[in-house]
């Protein structure tokens, strides 16, 4: 019971640290390789959420997780009204929430099939939601309502025309090449995942059987 409790106050310390990393990093660009322009060190702090999810899923089960990500949310949204505007604040504390409960959803149906699929396939498809609705409903034009409303005036240069990825012949708006980057970091790192993944797994099963 000890050691359960020990186990559940990490996670709940780990999900917090991660979402306030991940709040503060996205201010910063990463500036290796001409990235500036497409990725913030928060895409690499991130994709650590569904580590911690998909962990506490396996040892005490989809409903204790489900608590674990409603900490989360509730730093995402008190740190992005406090960091961001009320749209972002938006966009993350849903991208985060409807992200992290598919998430556990889907790690739940596979947590008996091959070690590495539940948290690759979970990880993956829900890196592909947060990214679809934090995006979207940050810069995307249908959704400046969500600036206006509050009085604010919508993010032009988000929306402006410009290369693909900063390299491709195609334009876009900027946001989309900011989404691609974003989401292809999210995938490697959550590919990278997989073997810490493993290893607190056998750690898990050496202190305790999962639930």
Not at 104 to 113: A, G
Not at 149 to 165: Q, Y
Request: positive net charge; aromatic residues 14%; contains cysteine.
């Amino acid at each position: 019971m000890v050691a359960a409790r020990k186990s559940l106050g990490l996670a709940i310390l780990a999900m917090i640290c991660i979402v306030v990393a991940s709040n503060y990093l996205v201010q910063f660009p990463f500036r290796s390789f001409g990235l500036q322009d497409l990725l913030t060190w928060g895409a690499f702090t991130y994709p650590l959420a569904f580590l911690v999810t998909d962990l506490t899923n396996r040892k005490f089960g989809p409903r204790t997780a489900r608590h674990i990500v409603l900490v989360g949310f509730f730093f995402a949204i008190l740190l992005s009204i406090w960091l961001a505007t009320p749209r972002i604040a938006i966009a993350s504390g849903s991208a985060f929430l409807v992200a992290q409960m598919m998430d556990v959803f889907v790690f739940n149906r596979l947590r008996h099939d091959a070690w590495w699929k539940a948290p690759l396939t979970s990880s993956f498809l829900g890196s592909t939601i947060d990214t679809v609705i934090f995006f979207s409903l940050s810069f995307a034009l249908q959704f400046a309502f969500l600036d206006t409303s509050f009085g604010m005036a919508s993010d032009a240069f988000a929306t402006d025309a410009a290369p693909l990825l900063g390299f491709a012949n195609i334009e876009a708006p900027r946001w989309v090449s900011w989404a691609m980057g974003d989401y292809l970091v999210k995938m490697s790192v959550s590919l990278a995942m997989l073997g810490p993944y493993k290893a607190l797994r056998g750690r898990q099963d050496a202190i305790a059987p999962s639930a």
